[in-house]
């Protein structure tokens, strides 16, 4: 078993928290469903890797899991360079939105395995790779490619999506979708204020917790006109594994909620009465 880090313990616009809560206890029960029952479809041992990460569309959220000796995925609290705990990391994904289908400008959906092979040493010059735009011109940071483990989102590698940072950080504050695909997060050299850093998770602290090469990842949005009413994208906005693994993690977690005992709240104390005929 891998030495592990240490760690410390948007459909409903109207409450954004419950929704991200909602979202983070599917997240966690979509793993344990897919290492259960569709690790072989997915060719992914998730058994290998102490950590995964689930994209939260919804929120413009990234939430670590840990896995434990049950096989049960917990979420766990970043502990960044500077020692501080975060909950997440703010995220930015694509302008145009979700698609597990190649539509360029979209960000893929469904399982992957993001590797941190090129993260590792010199930072990386996107640019050199993926094009001219005004942000890989100007971007230096750790870079992360997204290989897709289903069919509708395999080659996305082939397309230069990845997690990294971005020299136009101001969209992962805001946690806006303004992406040309990858997922943004926050990194160092990217001319991200140090104040801001010191209180954010970084693309820097994800590496930090990757003692393999790889780490799966599952992205995730309930819809893809969620984060972006000008959004163009595939009405269909999850690969068909995926779907079929989100719709068990729904019903298993409905079931739970079903058979969660609610304590009956407490009786009253029955102060006795004296009978008033033998008060003198």
Not at 163 to 178: A, D, N, T, Y
Not at 187 to 210: F, M, Q
Request: proline fraction near 5%; charge should be positive.
């Amino acid at each position: 078993m891998q030495q592990l880090l240490p760690s410390r313990e948007n459909n409903n616009n109207r409450n954004p928290l419950q929704n991200s809560a909602n979202n983070l206890l599917l997240g966690q029960k979509v793993f344990e469903i897919a290492e259960k029952e569709y690790q072989q479809k997915l060719n992914i041992n998730f058994s290998n890797y102490a950590y995964v990460l689930f994209i939260d569309g919804d929120n413009q959220r990234a939430y670590l899991l840990q896995r434990d000796m049950q096989g049960r995925y917990r979420h766990v609290k970043i502990i960044n360079s500077d020692n501080n705990e975060v909950e997440f990391f703010k995220i930015s994904s694509a302008l145009l939105g979700f698609s597990p289908i190649k539509i360029n400008g979209t960000t893929p959906t469904g399982f992957f395995v993001a590797s941190a092979k090129r993260a590792e040493g010199a930072l990386v010059n996107v640019g050199n790779s993926v094009g001219t735009t005004k942000e890989t011109r100007s971007m230096w940071s750790l870079y992360l490619p997204l290989y897709g483990k289903e069919a509708e989102n395999k080659g996305t590698n082939t397309r230069s999506i990845g997690l990294h940072g971005s020299s136009l950080f101001k969209s992962v504050m805001r946690q806006k979708p303004e992406s040309h695909g990858c997922i943004r997060f926050f990194a160092t050299n990217t001319g991200v204020p140090k104040s801001v850093l010191s209180e954010e998770a970084k693309i820097e602290d994800l590496v930090r917790y990757l003692t393999d090469e790889r780490i799966p990842v599952f992205i995730y949005v309930s819809n893809p006109n969620g984060v972006n009413k000008n959004v163009r994208a595939s009405s269909s906005y999850l690969p068909s594994i995926s779907t079929e693994i989100v719709q068990k993690a729904n019903q298993l977690l409905e079931q739970e909620k079903r058979n969660k005992i609610v304590p009956k709240p407490k009786d009253k104390e029955n102060i006795p009465v004296q009978n008033p005929e033998f008060l003198n």
